[in-house]
């Protein structure tokens, strides 16, 4: 069983920075994870995934160049770096994970076997 915790949301000004963080109990090196959000009245969206080894990502096109995403396995962690943060990026964002030994990029929620709790997000303008 893997439980995921979210930290790092918060309320910043557009273009700021934020660095969202997921950290994970249970076994991290064969999860593949992701980062989705969940604007107020909108479905839960994919912003970013990567593979079990770290070594492959994908960003959706309206947070590409602005966000990465990264993996510390001595950690436990996985994080999402947030550049030139926008006003639409005002959402929940929750991480999300599924064992794997796929080396592939996962980007269907309903693949996805554990999720944390989600971490506020708003930008204002």
């Known amino acids: 069983q893997v439980q995921l915790a979210e930290s790092g949301g918060g309320l910043v000004q557009t273009g700021a920075s934020l660095r969202l963080s997921c950290t994970a109990s249970?076994?991290?090196?064969?999860?593949?994870m992701a980062w989705f959000r969940q604007a107020p009245g909108k479905e839960r969206e994919l912003s970013a995934a990567?593979?079990?080894?770290?070594?492959?990502?994908y960003y959706t096109d309206s947070v590409k160049g602005r966000f990465t995403i990264s993996k510390d396995n001595a950690k436990n962690t996985v994080y999402l770096q947030m550049n030139s943060l926008k006003p639409e990026d005002t959402a929940v964002y929750y991480c999300?994970?599924?064992?794997?030994?796929?080396?592939?990029?996962?980007?269907?929620?309903?693949?996805?076997?554990?999720w944390g709790q989600g971490t506020q997000v708003t930008v204002s303008s």
């Open positions: 999300a994970a599924r064992t794997t030994r796929r080396p592939i990029v996962i980007m269907t929620a309903d693949e996805y076997d554990y």
């Open positions: 249970g076994p991290f090196s064969t999860l593949s």
């Open positions: 990567i593979t079990y080894t770290g070594g492959s990502t």
